[in-house]
């Protein structure tokens, strides 16, 4: 039986750390500091006993285990460091679970036995990549980065670079793992930008094989300032309405299929054959006879060939007699 207000403070708070046994002990001590202050005031502004007025100790022993962290009232905020090893801490967790689900499909209680066998092959090809990236390093060719590490195209000297980092790099697996935190973490690291370096060099040594059998060459086109085609026959007369074909008896198509009139502006020709735009003959000689019934060659590019001005060798035919009858 409770006969005095201060035995009432100590049964309850007897029992609230009862209730908080399991917090460490410097915690609890400072939950329950001036716990009896409290209730003392409590007391004093009457009405009821604590358990009336708080609740059960337990009750109360949960609303301050639910204040911990808390201060004025307001919770701390977690700190970035707390945040990145939760968040590692679960990551962590779901690559065990992943590391127990997947083992058994390889034949190993984990994935993480089945890789432990694979460590000495990693070493090799972490050497081979090494130096095929120091072998890039080194070369001052200007080539991408190849399949085989070469330096100034000697077989020699990639052979015994290739056999320098593939033991360097077995050496420094054996003993990653008495290495301390920092260096380690360095060797991961290192390890991971090689590989990225690497994959990069496979892509661009890929796409050069792939494209390797064509080159796109480009050869500067004669004709490509070419507007129009005047075609003169052996007199140097122009030809209108003339047919260019290949080979093959295809038409070539040439220029542009529009004249400009004098005004600028072009009208489109809807012809085959040329000159699309006649009057723009660099020489105006008239394709029919003149005035005088012969052709005139004035101002145009002449004929192709000359009459020979020498006397024709060949004989001609003398008179010839008419017999008369008798």
Not at 134 to 160: F, N, Y
């Given at each position: 039986?409770?006969?005095?207000?201060?035995?009432?403070?100590?049964?309850?708070?007897?029992?609230?750390?009862?209730?908080?046994?399991?917090?460490?002990?410097?915690?609890?001590?400072?939950?329950?500091?001036?716990l009896p202050e409290h209730l003392a005031e409590v007391l004093a502004d009457g009405g009821g006993t604590l358990v009336e007025r708080l609740g059960s100790p337990e009750a109360y022993a949960a609303d301050l285990?639910?204040?911990?962290?808390?201060?004025?009232?307001?919770?701390?905020?977690?700190?970035?460091?707390?945040?990145?090893?939760?968040?590692?801490?679960?990551?962590?967790?779901?690559?065990?679970?992943?590391?127990r689900k997947l083992g058994p499909l390889l034949g190993y209680p984990k994935v993480s036995e089945f890789l432990v066998l694979l460590r000495p092959a990693?070493?090799?090809?972490?050497?081979?990549?090494?130096?095929?990236?120091?072998?890039?390093?080194?070369?001052?060719?200007?080539?991408?980065?190849?399949?085989?590490?070469?330096?100034?195209?000697?077989?020699?000297?990639?052979?015994?670079?290739?056999?320098?980092?593939?033991?360097?790099?077995?050496?420094?697996?054996?003993?990653?793992?008495r290495l301390t935190r920092w260096p380690r973490l360095a060797l991961y690291a290192g390890s991971v930008i090689l590989v990225l370096v690497a994959l990069g060099g496979f892509s661009s040594a890929d796409s050069s094989s792939r494209d390797s059998?064509?080159?796109?060459?480009?050869?500067?086109?004669?004709?490509?300032?070419?507007?129009?085609?005047?075609?003169?026959?052996?007199?140097?007369r122009l030809v209108t309405n003339a047919r260019i074909v290949d080979q093959n008896g295809e038409p070539l198509r040439m220029g542009n299929q529009y004249c400009y009139d004098e005004a600028g502006t072009y009208e489109e020709v809807d012809t085959l054959t040329y000159p699309y735009c006649p009057e723009r003959a660099p020489w105006r000689v008239p394709s029919a006879a003149g005035p005088s019934g012969a052709p005139s060659t004035t101002g145009g590019p002449g004929p192709l060939w000359e009459p020979s001005a020498s006397p024709s060798?060949?004989?001609t035919a003398g008179p010839t007699k008419t017999p008369t009858p008798r």
């Open positions: 039986m409770i006969t005095t207000a201060q035995d009432e403070i100590n049964l309850y708070v007897f029992a609230v750390r009862a209730a908080l046994v399991d917090l460490p002990e410097s915690l609890r001590e400072e939950l329950l500091e001036d285990r639910a204040s911990v962290g808390f201060v004025s009232g307001f919770p701390d905020p977690p700190t970035r460091r707390h945040q990145f090893y939760e968040v590692r801490d679960q990551a962590m967790l779901r690559l065990g679970q992943a590391d990693w070493w090799v090809l972490r050497g081979y990549l090494a130096a095929m990236v120091l072998a890039w390093m080194l070369d001052d060719s200007g080539q991408p980065i190849g399949l085989l590490p070469r330096i100034g195209g000697s077989e020699a000297v990639a052979l015994l670079l290739l056999g320098l980092c593939v033991v360097a790099s077995i050496w420094l697996g054996r003993r990653s793992l059998g064509y080159t796109d060459v480009n050869y500067d086109n004669p004709y490509g300032n070419v507007e129009d085609l005047f075609v003169y026959d052996e007199q140097g060798a060949t004989p």
